[in-house]
């Protein structure tokens, strides 16, 4: 008999030869599933079972609820492999034995395509990623035919139109699956120009456009292509561009096209700016929870202000941060503009407040590696909490820099607990956490190097076998080359007793030729660190570092010292630096740090204040302090340029003895005084011209770059910096100056840009430093 709105079949039972009464839906209701079978109408080849099963919810030792069934027919139909849907269900003891009847959608056996001249077919039949063989559903064959669109609109083609039908094979046996095609004209994109604009001219509202005129280097930009919804979305930019500048009625009739012959076109957009408008002032509704006084300081327009459309956006984003942060989830605010005079109007912020809500209860959803407790910690709502829609930021911006997850959702719902609750729905994709990369790269400091490394940013180490899940993160790298020999292991748990404390162990070992041409130094050891956030844009970070320390000094050192001892002159100052060391020591940090992004940092800064001290006291030979302080300045200027400011200042003593040459402080290579050698700025040795370190350092270079091309940028940079021999000496009468350029690549294959540098010492007190201009090559990752 037919049940509800779906096709349910319920079979009668017999009992020695006599029908039973008819049973109904609700007989079966409640009952324990003994078995979900599918029974084929037709060709079972075309759709495999296993498919089938998992578009359905009901199984086997589970409850029968019609509402499932319904529920699993809906979600078969929607699967696009079955043409027609039964349900029938028996009793069997106890319980009832379900068969899903199914006809399945025939086999696609070819795909084909009809109205292509400009690809063949072979080429389309890749482009649309559909492989013949078994049945295709509807989404399947959506998806093929966007790909094919997006094919055609890559090539030029924008106004391509593709339909499709299904029709029998020619063999009898399955069906063929035909893409229909009207590629119309090519277009590409010579120009765009703009009519009616008087107060801003082309260049500067094509600026605002992602749509642009094909060029020199449109094979790697892309640009010349004609995208239709992006074009709508730039008209918009355009037109919003205007209303942030005053131009409050500035409006376009659309964007028209002119063919200027071989498949190019003109793009016209004619624009209507009106009138400039101020605003004369800024007024808000009627409000319960703040006052006018408490909101009006934080609105960046204000009365006398042009007309600022983005400034408005802004400040009604403000104002429901504000409400949110009061735990008003629903509040909405609806910016109301009214004429005030000729060319003015006043914006007055109407508010619905809504109700209160406190945090029913967190709700993580789609974490099958990650451990909740990993998810939870990063949520700063907890239940019973007053709401806060700002948190619902934090969360998510907090959940996206785990990089555990390849999308990550944070949103409210209505909670089970009440109309005042609401909950906190958390629904996060997993990604790939592990990491093994090997290759070989190259260095201006040290030639080529061949590198394995092996990373787990979502490590468990109670986790044997699988080690994933616990949130901590596990690395070790080996670097082999011509002149180093680099091998580390590290892991760190970022939340160590249940508290915000991040904190990292570290064992390495790490062969350095290319320090020196006199001596090889070798660093072997182990560290523990420990990090504590104190706000959101501060931390502390303290470590303890035991390390042995190898100077092997070359022998001709000795010679050459000899030999200048018997001419009367100063013996060698690295003679006695050979030998080991046992360095222990502690170190503690304060960072500040607001940059907007580590890698390509456009706005922001960061500052680093550091104090160090090794000493006998702490079980090593080496008595040294010292004090470091570093930062960086960062500004994005017109076009997207960058202009950066870096510096440093860095102090070394000794309590006892000297400074070891291991201690002491250099500058010159590719991350300071790029126009010098690596480590060559600085007081020498008399008898080997080896720069053997300073104990007083200063460096600053200013750097500024410009986009070219996608992930192409040109730098210009100037650096200056001086190294002196005693502690506690910030003259800089011995200032070293270097100027050059470079370029930025971000290139696919590396999470970090390659700088590729060419630099020149303008002004050197050291003769034997300047060696003329110099390449370096570098990846251009956190300073």
Same mark, same amino acid.
């Given at each position: 008999?037919?049940?509800?709105?779906?096709?349910?079949?319920?079979?009668?039972?017999?009992?020695?030869?006599?029908?039973?009464?008819?049973?109904?839906?609700?007989?079966?209701?409640?009952?324990?599933?003994?078995?979900?079978?599918?029974?084929?109408?037709?060709?079972?080849?075309?759709?495999?079972?296993?498919?089938?099963?998992?578009?359905?919810?009901?199984?086997?030792?589970?409850?029968?609820?019609?509402?499932?069934?319904?529920?699993?027919?809906?979600?078969?139909?929607?699967?696009?492999?079955?043409?027609?849907?039964?349900?029938?269900?028996?009793?069997?003891?106890?319980?009832?034995?379900?068969?899903?009847?199914?006809?399945?959608?025939?086999?696609?056996?070819?795909?084909?395509?009809?109205?292509?001249?400009?690809?063949?077919?072979?080429?389309?039949?890749?482009?649309?990623?559909?492989?013949?063989?078994?049945?295709?559903?509807?989404?399947?064959?959506?998806?093929?035919?966007?790909?094919?669109?997006?094919?055609?609109?890559?090539?030029?083609?924008?106004?391509?139109?593709?339909?499709?039908?299904?029709?029998?094979?020619?063999?009898?046996?399955?069906?063929?699956?035909?893409?229909?095609?009207?590629?119309?004209?090519?277009?590409?994109?010579?120009?765009?120009?703009?009519?009616?604009?008087?107060?801003?001219?082309?260049?500067?509202?094509?600026?605002?456009?992602?749509?642009?005129?094909?060029?020199?280097?449109?094979?790697?930009?892309?640009?010349?292509?004609?995208?239709?919804?992006?074009?709508?979305?730039?008209?918009?930019?355009?037109?919003?561009?205007?209303?942030?500048?005053?131009?409050?009625?500035?409006?376009?009739?659309?964007?028209?096209?002119?063919?200027?012959?071989?498949?190019?076109?003109?793009?016209?957009?004619?624009?209507?700016?009106?009138?400039?408008?101020?605003?004369?002032?800024?007024?808000?509704?009627?409000?319960?929870?703040?006052?006018?006084?408490?909101?009006?300081?934080?609105?960046?327009?204000?009365?006398?202000?042009?007309?600022?459309?983005?400034?408005?956006?802004?400040?009604?984003?403000?104002?429901?941060?504000?409400?949110?942060?009061?735990?008003?989830?629903?509040?909405?605010?609806?910016?109301?503009?009214?004429?005030?005079?000729?060319?003015?109007?006043?914006?007055?912020?109407?508010?619905?407040?809504?109700?209160?809500?406190?945090?029913?209860?967190?709700?993580?959803?789609?974490?099958?590696?990650?451990?909740?407790?990993?998810?939870?910690?990063?949520?700063?709502?907890?239940?019973?909490?007053?709401?806060?829609?700002?948190?619902?930021?934090?969360?998510?911006?907090?959940?996206?820099?785990?990089?555990?997850?390849?999308?990550?959702?944070?949103?409210?719902?209505?909670?089970?607990?009440?109309?005042?609750?609401?909950?906190?729905?958390?629904?996060?994709?997993?990604?790939?956490?592990?990491?093994?990369?090997?290759?070989?790269?190259?260095?201006?400091?040290?030639?080529?190097?061949?590198?394995?490394?092996?990373?787990?940013?979502?490590?468990?180490?109670?986790?044997?076998?699988?080690?994933?899940?616990?949130?901590?993160?596990?690395?070790?790298?080996?670097?082999?080359?011509?002149?180093?020999?680099?091998?580390?292991?590290?892991?760190?748990?970022?939340?160590?007793?249940?508290?915000?404390?991040?904190?990292?162990?570290?064992?390495?070992?790490?062969?350095?030729?290319?320090?020196?041409?006199?001596?090889?130094?070798?660093?072997?050891?182990? #560290?523990? &660190?420990?990090?504590? %956030?104190?706000?959101? =844009?501060? @931390? *502390?970070?303290?470590?303890?570092?035991?390390?042995?320390? /190898?100077?092997?000094?070359?022998?001709?050192?000795?010679?050459?010292?000899?030999?200048?001892?018997?001419?009367?002159?100063?013996?060698?100052?690295?003679?006695?630096?050979?030998?080991?060391?046992?360095?222990?020591?502690?170190?503690?940090?304060?960072?500040?740090?607001?940059?907007?992004?580590?890698?390509?940092?456009?706005?922001?800064?960061?500052?680093?204040?550091?104090?160090?001290?090794?000493?006998?006291?702490?079980?090593?030979?080496?008595?040294?302090?010292?004090?470091?302080?570093?930062?960086?300045?960062?500004?994005?200027?017109?076009?997207?340029?960058?202009?950066?400011?870096?510096?440093?200042?860095?102090?070394?003593? #000794?309590? &006892?003895?000297?400074? %070891?040459?291991?201690? =002491?402080? @250099? *500058?010159?290579?590719?991350?300071?005084?790029?126009?010098? /050698?690596?480590?060559?700025?600085?007081?020498?040795?008399?008898?080997?011209?080896?720069?053997?370190?300073?104990?007083?350092?200063?460096?600053?270079?200013?750097?500024?770059?410009?986009?070219?091309?996608?992930?192409?940028?040109?730098?210009?940079?100037?650096?200056?910096?001086?190294?002196?021999?005693?502690?506690?000496?910030?003259?800089?009468?011995?200032?070293?100056?270097?100027?050059?350029?470079?370029?930025?690549?971000?290139?696919?294959?590396?999470?970090?840009?390659?700088?590729?540098?060419?630099?020149?010492?303008?002004?050197?007190?050291?003769?034997?430093?300047?060696?003329?201009?110099?390449?370096?090559?570098?990846?251009?990752?956190?300073?």
């Amino acid at each position: 008999m037919l049940e509800r709105a779906c096709k349910v079949v319920l079979a009668t039972a017999f009992v020695l030869g006599i029908a039973t009464a008819p049973a109904s839906a609700q007989d079966f209701e409640g009952k324990n599933v003994t078995a979900v079978d599918f029974r084929y109408q037709g060709d079972r080849a075309a759709v495999d079972e296993a498919r089938l099963r998992n578009y359905i919810q009901l199984r086997a030792g589970s409850t029968y609820m019609t509402d499932t069934v319904d529920s699993d027919i809906k979600s078969l139909y929607e699967s696009g492999f079955v043409d027609d849907v039964r349900v029938l269900a028996e009793p069997v003891g106890n319980g009832v034995r379900v068969v899903y009847e199914v006809v399945p959608r025939s086999e696609i056996v070819g795909v084909g395509f009809v109205g292509n001249s400009v690809f063949s077919d072979t080429k389309l039949a890749k482009a649309s990623e559909l492989k013949a063989g078994g049945a295709l559903s509807d989404q399947m064959i959506l998806d093929a035919r966007d790909n094919l669109e997006n094919h055609y609109e890559e090539a030029g083609y924008p106004d391509v139109s593709i339909s499709y039908r299904v029709q029998p094979a020619a063999t009898g046996s399955g069906s063929e699956l035909i893409f229909i095609i009207d590629e119309g004209q090519k277009n590409e994109i010579r120009d765009i120009r703009f009519e009616g604009n008087n107060t801003f001219d082309d260049r500067t509202l094509r600026r605002q456009m992602s749509v642009k005129e094909k060029g020199l280097l449109s094979f790697f930009t892309k640009a010349g292509r004609f995208e239709v919804d992006q074009l709508d979305a730039d008209l918009d930019a355009v037109l919003d561009y205007y209303r942030s500048k005053g131009y409050l009625r500035a409006s376009s009739p659309g964007v028209r096209r002119e063919p200027v012959g071989d498949g190019r076109v003109d793009l016209v957009i004619p624009v209507n700016e009106g009138e400039k408008y101020t605003v004369k002032g800024v007024g808000f509704g009627k409000m319960s929870v703040f006052s006018e006084d408490e909101l009006y300081p934080a609105m960046t327009l204000q009365g006398g202000d042009a007309y600022n459309s983005k400034k408005m956006r802004a400040d009604m984003t403000t104002i429901r941060s504000y409400y949110g942060s009061r735990g008003y989830a629903d509040a909405e605010v609806t910016p109301d503009i009214r004429d005030a005079g000729p060319n003015q109007v006043n914006v007055i912020y109407r508010i619905s407040e809504g109700r209160r809500f406190r945090v029913g209860s967190v709700n993580i959803q789609g974490n099958i590696k990650t451990q909740d407790r990993v998810i939870r910690r990063e949520v700063p709502l907890k239940p019973d909490d007053y709401f806060n829609s700002v948190e619902l930021d934090t969360t998510k911006s907090r959940l996206d820099g785990l990089q555990y997850f390849s999308d990550v959702q944070v949103s409210s719902s209505p909670s089970g607990r009440g109309g005042g609750y609401r909950d906190v729905d958390i629904m996060v994709e997993e990604r790939r956490t592990g990491s093994i990369s090997a290759g070989i790269g190259f260095s201006s400091i040290d030639n080529i190097v061949g590198f394995v490394n092996l990373e787990q940013s979502n490590f468990d180490i109670m986790n044997p076998w699988s080690f994933t899940g616990g949130g901590q993160r596990f690395a070790m790298n080996l670097r082999l080359g011509s002149e180093r020999t680099d091998f580390g292991i590290s892991l760190t748990e970022p939340w160590f007793l249940g508290r915000q404390l991040a904190l990292t162990g570290e064992l390495f070992y790490r062969d350095s030729q290319y320090f020196s041409d006199f001596y090889e130094q070798t660093n072997a050891g182990a #560290a523990v &660190s420990i990090r504590k %956030p104190l706000t959101e =844009r501060t @931390y *502390l970070r303290a470590e303890y570092r035991i390390e042995n320390v /190898e100077i092997d000094l070359d022998p001709g050192v000795a010679v050459l010292s000899a030999a200048s001892v018997g001419r009367g002159g100063p013996p060698s100052l690295l003679l006695p630096e050979a030998g080991d060391y046992l360095r222990s020591a502690l170190s503690a940090n304060w960072i500040y740090d607001s940059r907007d992004a580590l890698i390509e940092t456009r706005e922001g800064s960061k500052l680093d204040v550091g104090v160090s001290v090794a000493g006998t006291f702490l079980g090593g030979d080496v008595d040294t302090y010292g004090l470091t302080i570093r930062g960086q300045q960062y500004w994005n200027l017109k076009w997207d340029s960058i202009l950066s400011l870096n510096g440093e200042l860095a102090f070394v003593d #000794a309590t &006892s003895g000297t400074v %070891p040459v291991f201690d =002491r402080l @250099y *500058l010159g290579g590719a991350r300071t005084l790029r126009g010098f /050698e690596f480590r060559d700025v600085g007081p020498r040795d008399p008898v080997t011209g080896e720069v053997v370190g300073g104990q007083s350092l200063g460096f600053l270079s200013v750097e500024y770059t410009v986009p070219i091309i996608d992930n192409v940028r040109l730098a210009a940079f100037y650096d200056l910096g001086f190294v002196n021999g005693s502690a506690w000496d910030p003259d800089p009468s011995d200032l070293y100056h270097d100027i050059g350029i470079g370029v930025r690549l971000k290139l696919p294959v590396s999470p970090v840009p390659i700088a590729l540098d060419y630099a020149f010492p303008i002004e050197s007190p050291d003769p034997i430093a300047d060696q003329g201009g110099r390449f370096n090559f570098s990846l251009s990752y956190e300073y």
